[in-house]
């Protein structure tokens, strides 16, 4: 292709054309033309400002935001709830979970909205109508986790993923990445695998490193980090295949040409297929997802109940489907107690010393160094881990 390109260049300078004007008539005799920005970069503070903010429903995304509220660059003013949910009037930090239905969307610029159709519908009640009739009457900025109904909103942010608008066609040509990557993958859903990449990117940060950050957690999108990719729960991720691979390339070589001391991300869910009765047991988002990330080194999260043998299987899954090394293994401290706990899903807390007799039972079949997610020696301990690896 390169000789035929420069013998036409050539014959359009012998036909007088100017060196200055080649790209023009390139352009003019090209079938397409194809940007050569793969990214917008944008961040929800460049999209919305807002200083203080309301949140809703109490989930687990938003208590994400609530513990690491130390880490955001405006104020939580209230925290809304359905009164059905069972959680009202319950105390968080200096907050008292409030009744939306009665929330006054005084004195606030800015509202999280988070998930609301599983609350929709055991409530039968719409509330994500009702909070953007209210926003837009006050004038406040919204920032949501879904993009279904959000169209009626004055002013909202979705972290919204199209390949016609992000995206651009390189021919399926990826950009090496020179920064070290560190991801937080695991063996099952809700294994705290955010909360320890919010923990770890606090104490990059509290020793004096420049921490990239990709996020797949929607939530991320309030934090200072470089870009999210929320294709978990209620995706708004509408890429798949080789265009994913593609994106989250692109997403990475943007984080990368900041030249960052290290890039920190995650997946969602469990990363090896385990059990092949169903097809949405195949988790090829997160495959996806990870070969475009393609990490260095990963931290992989387990369950207190994980089959030793299902951990060794997702580590050898995870090394042969990336270059890379599983340096260390996040025990989850919460588990289902009895089955009544199980079938109202109530997760509690493990007892220390059996956490700990597991972690020696884990580290001695598996050789790689194991610590207890919510424990800041432990946490510490792998921090240690994650230093040495990268240093050496």
Not at 23 to 37: H, Q, T
Not at 73 to 83: P, V, Y
Not at 187 to 203: E, V
């Amino acid at each position: 292709m390169a000789p035929i390109i420069t013998a036409k260049i050539s014959n359009w300078i012998c036909q007088g054309v100017k060196i200055e004007n080649i790209k023009k008539v390139l352009e003019k005799n090209a079938i397409r033309v194809i940007s050569g920005n793969s990214v917008e970069n944008k961040k929800v503070k460049k999209e919305l400002s807002v200083s203080k903010v309301a949140l809703f429903p109490y989930n687990k995304e938003i208590k994400n935001i609530l513990k690491f509220s130390d880490m955001l660059n405006f104020e939580i003013c209230a925290i809304c709830d359905s009164k059905y949910s069972g959680n009202v009037g319950l105390q968080e930090g200096n907050l008292l979970v409030e009744d939306i239905d009665k929330y006054s969307f005084k004195d606030i610029d800015g509202f999280v909205l988070g998930h609301t159709d599983i609350l929709e519908l055991k409530t039968n009640h719409k509330y994500k109508e009702s909070i953007i009739s209210n926003c837009n009457r006050f004038g406040i900025n919204i920032i949501s986790f879904d993009d279904i109904e959000i169209e009626m909103a004055t002013n909202a942010y979705v972290p919204k993923i199209k390949r016609d608008k992000y995206t651009t066609d390189k021919f399926g040509k990826l950009y090496d990445i020179v920064s070290p990557i560190l991801a937080v993958v695991g063996t099952d859903s809700q294994q705290g695998k955010f909360t320890l990449q919010m923990t770890l990117r606090k104490k990059f940060l509290e020793t004096g490193y420049q921490v990239g950050q990709l996020s797949s957690e929607p939530e991320g999108c309030v934090f200072d980090v470089d870009y999210v990719y929320p294709y978990g729960y209620n995706s708004t991720v509408y890429l798949q295949g080789r265009d994913s691979i593609e994106h989250v390339n692109a997403l990475m070589h943007q984080i990368d040409i900041k030249e960052p001391d290290i890039i920190l991300t995650g997946a969602q869910s469990g990363i090896c297929t385990l059990s092949f009765e169903n097809t949405d047991m195949y988790n090829l988002p997160t495959i996806e997802f990870l070969m475009g990330v393609n990490p260095d080194a990963v931290v992989m999260c387990i369950n207190y109940h994980d089959d030793v043998d299902d951990i060794l299987r997702t580590v050898k899954f995870t090394e042969s489907l990336m270059d890379c090394k599983v340096i260390a293994l996040s025990l989850f401290p919460l588990d289902y107690l009895n089955e009544w706990k199980y079938l109202r899903n109530i997760k509690e807390k493990i007892d220390t010393v059996e956490l700990k007799n597991r972690v020696k039972e884990i580290e001695k079949i598996t050789s790689i160094p194991t610590f207890i997610l919510g424990d800041n020696m432990e946490e510490n301990k792998m921090f240690e881990v994650i230093i040495d690896y990268f240093g050496s």
